[in-house]
Each structure stands twice: as structure tokens, then as C-alpha cells.
DNA sequence: GAGTGGTCTAGACCACGAG
DNA sequence: TCGTGGTCTAGACCACTCA
């Protein structure tokens, strides 16, 4: 028995769906659609809130709720060995990236094998399509890999390509979550929106950690893909 | 600045960590809960709303809250060759096979590679930890590659290995979501707590696909973890 | 049947954004 | 300033579970 909530955002799924509402356009207040549907503001509410878990409403305080644009669909790809995070994607992504130097924080230093307070490079990549922001990659490299040069995202490969030795090992752990309020405030989706939080953790053949990444991609536009061969001599044996 | 809901939230995720609360244990009745914290029972159970999407309560309509066992942290271990899917499991976990025949659905013939309606064998798969199932997986093989031994978990990876030729690729692709009703049902989980939504796909030499499985994992006791050896001779440009 | 959570209401008051 | 969404209230009524 479907409640009045899920009937209210079957319609205006409809409604978006069928162009009745464009992408980027704002929908009535929620006074005017809680009057439209006789149901109370909370209600209405309620069924907004379904739409924006979906990621196909963008509500924002004082001004209204709009439907969300359609974004491109984009893939990080796992098992690249590179060390640059955006050549995991795979569609061409508008990224900017911010450097900052810092001292290992707790949380940190189990994951990149060093004392508290190591100095690391932290370099934040952000992803754009158009005005809203794509995804987050925080990436953290000690601070003698770290490359010297303004940190532009081409350049900042071909330092750390020039600086550390080859990766010979990459894990990468994927775990799902709701987004923290801040990821939610700076990536712009509803903090009820499932994210991606993928961990890379990079080691060189000395078994030394040169890079550690931590990517949030949300749900509804982001997704990981891995790709195994396996060699022919093996026997498929479970 | 804090919200009522948060404030009442923190309060009682410390009276649970604390042990105020035990594992197991029902929580006061939610109009006792507002009372208690002098709020409208809106505003608790909204309050109750976030421990829920984090995993640590349990909501049982008509009986009551109830905090939540702390569950086993399972990794699902990609990259495996293995066609028995619970094989990828690093904890060991109680598991229960179902299997249907069943004619390929729409959403199924690209994913496969197989006309509309073609015969196939699906596998469900649920793991469980006590009572509480953890995950599910369901693995799809062409009906010509289903072992016709009855569907106990070991036997099938045993007929799955006699009759089909050795997986050459496994393509895994990871997404996060919130889960569908019935997932949230069957997995016990609140359909606001986000879930691993996993499609393995093990392709033979010729291309064939030999097996595809679609696994949900809950978000808050599952992770999946990919390694990834560089060879010494590649060079690590981006 | 008694008690629990689930849905919904009609409204107050606050915080934010744009003109 | 005005209109928007954000939070919260006090309470009605329904659906479910368990004794």
C-alpha cells in the first residue's frame, strides 16, 4: 500500500522524467505543490526528501528546489598503477587542485606506515562538470616524494613520477556511506545521497607507502570499475 | 550550531558506546524517549532516524528500538578468479544457496550476452551472522553451465569447475546506494543505511560469459578490497 | 487489548537568499 | 524586505507485535 509521500514523488518523477519540469528549472515552493497535492508541507517534504536521495532534486535553502541536471556518469577505474588520481577517470573531467603541507594526522598515519606528525604533502583534487563539483580526491605523498612545482595538475605527476620510485603494489578499498555534512555541503548533494569512499593506498618495492588517496564519489554519478585477466597456466580451481 | 536531533542523537550514541544501552537491548519507547528529552516525538524519532542510516539502531514496528549487535566487518576480496562467490569472503560466514531456474530478464541479456528468455540457473546466496543475514549475491550461470548436483555451496563451485572452461577476465564494477525496499527488508538494514552494490562478471577465453553475480553488501559492516602487483618492468608513467 | 512504531496534519518560528 | 526552505510542536489516527 503505497503511502501519500511515495504517490506525490511518483508524480513529480513523471514530471521531471517527461520534461513537464526541465533540468535546472525550480520546482513550485513546497507551500504551493503541499496545497496542489492537499497534503500538509511536512508531507510534501517528505517526498522531496525521496526525489533528493535520488539525486534528481537539488533543494536549496531560501531559494527552492531545483531539478538536478543530468550528469555525465563517470568511472574510476581501479588497478592503474599511475599516480595521478584523475587518470583513474574515464570521461574527460575539468579538475583543480589545491596543495597544502601538513603533519600527519592520526588518522593517517596507520594508513601511510609513519610516525605522528611526518610531514606529507596533501593535495585535494576536485572534479568539475560545469559549476557543480564532480567528485573529491584528497591524496597525501611524504613530503621528500612531494613535487616542488606549483601544484598544476600535470605537473604534479610528472614530479612525483620524477621523485618516488615505481608503485609496486596498489590496494584499493571500497566501502559505501552517506557523505559527512561537509562532503555533502561542497559536492552539493543531499546528505541522504549514498557516496563512494574509495581508499588507494600506493607501495614501492620496498614495501614503502608513497602515496595514500582518499576518493569520495557519489552514488548517483560515480561508479568503480576493476578489471582482472587471469594468466591461462592457472587452474580455475575455487 | 547543533540541531535538537543531533544533540539528542550524540546523546544516545554515547549511552550506547558507553554501555548504557546494551547490544540486544530495547531502547525506552520513543514517547518516553521525548519525554525524557522534552522534545515532540517528531523531533526523536528523527533524532533516531540518524543512529538508524549509521547502522547502530534497530527499528521494529510495533515492538520497538533496539540497539543493534555490532556485526562482523567482512571484505569482499576482489580480483579472484573463483567462481564460488562466497569464496571472496575474508571472515568465515554461515551461508545458505537457493537455486531457480529461470528464463534471462531484460536487465539481464546485456549483462550475460544472451538472447532475451535464454535458460539460466540463479544462484542466491545469503551469508549470515546469527540470526541477522549480512549480504546477498545473486549469481546468474547459463542453465548448459549449472551444475545439476544439489545446490549445497561447496557442490556448486565443484560442478561449476567440472563443466565450464576457466574464467579469462573478471570485470568488477562497484556502485553505492541506498538499498531497494526489499533488500532493506530481507538484510534487516534502514533503507536510509547506503549499501555496496557489486556486478562481477568472469568472461572465458572466447568471451563467453560464464557467470555474473550482483551482490549488496550493507555499507556499514562491508568493505571490498582490490590488490593490484605492478610488474617490476612497466614503467610507472602516468 | 495494550503498547509499540508509522503516517500525517496545521501551524509556529527561525535561517537563508535574492532583489 | 519578502519569499524560500529548515526545524520543531502537539496531537490524531493507523498498523503492527505480543501476551
Known amino acids: 500500500m503505497p503511502t501519500r509521500r511515495h504517490a506525490i514523488a511518483d508524480d513529480l518523477r513523471h514530471q521531471i522524467s517527461s ?4 533540468p535546472g528549472e525550480r520546482l513550485p515552493s513546497e507551500t504551493q505543490l503541499a496545497t496542489h497535492y492537499t ?26 528546489n531545483f531539478v538536478r541536471r543530468p550528469l555525465c556518469r563517470i568511472t574510476y577505474t581501479g588497478g592503474t598503477a599511475a599516480l595521478a588520481p584523475w587518470t583513474a577517470f574515464s570521461a574527460p573531467l575539468r579538475m583543480t587542485a589545491r596543495t597544502t603541507n601538513i603533519e600527519a594526522p592520526n588518522h593517517l598515519t596507520a ?15 576536485t572534479t568539475h562538470e560545469g559549476k557543480a563539483p564532480h567528485s573529491l580526491a584528497y591524496t597525501y605523498v611524504p613530503h621528500d616524494l612531494a ?17 618516488c620510485s615505481a608503485p609496486s603494489e596498489v ?4 566501502s559505501a556511506r552517506l557523505p559527512t555534512q561537509e562532503e555533502a555541503t561542497v559536492l552539493r ?34 561508479d568503480a570499475l576493476f578489471t ?11
Chains 1, 2 share one sequence.
Not at 520534461?19 to 526541465?22: I, M, S, V, Y
Not at 594508513?111 to 583534487?125: A, D, M, S, Y
Request: hydrophobic share 45%.
Open 19 to 22: 520534461g513537464h519540469f526541465a
Open 39 to 64: 497534503v500538509s508541507t511536512s508531507t510534501l517534504r517528505s517526498a522531496l526528501a525521496l526525489l533528493q536521495s535520488e539525486g534528481l532534486v537539488e533543494k536549496i535553502h531560501g531559494n527552492g
Open 111 to 125: 594508513l601511510l606506515g609513519v610516525p605522528p606528525r611526518t610531514p606529507l604533502t596533501e593535495i585535494l583534487f
Open 147 to 163: 613535487p616542488a612545482a606549483p601544484p598544476l595538475p600535470e605537473q604534479i605527476a610528472v614530479g612525483l613520477a620524477d621523485r
Open 171 to 174: 590496494r584499493e578499498r571500497v
Open 189 to 222: 548533494i543531499s546528505s541522504s545521497l549514498a557516496v563512494i569512499s574509495l581508499i588507494r593506498v600506493a607501495t614501492d618495492a620496498t614495501g614503502r607507502v608513497v602515496e595514500a588517496a582518499l576518493f569520495v564519489l557519489p552514488g548517483d554519478r560515480a
Open 228 to 238: 582482472t585477466r587471469v594468466a591461462e597456466e592457472r587452474s580455475p580451481k575455487a
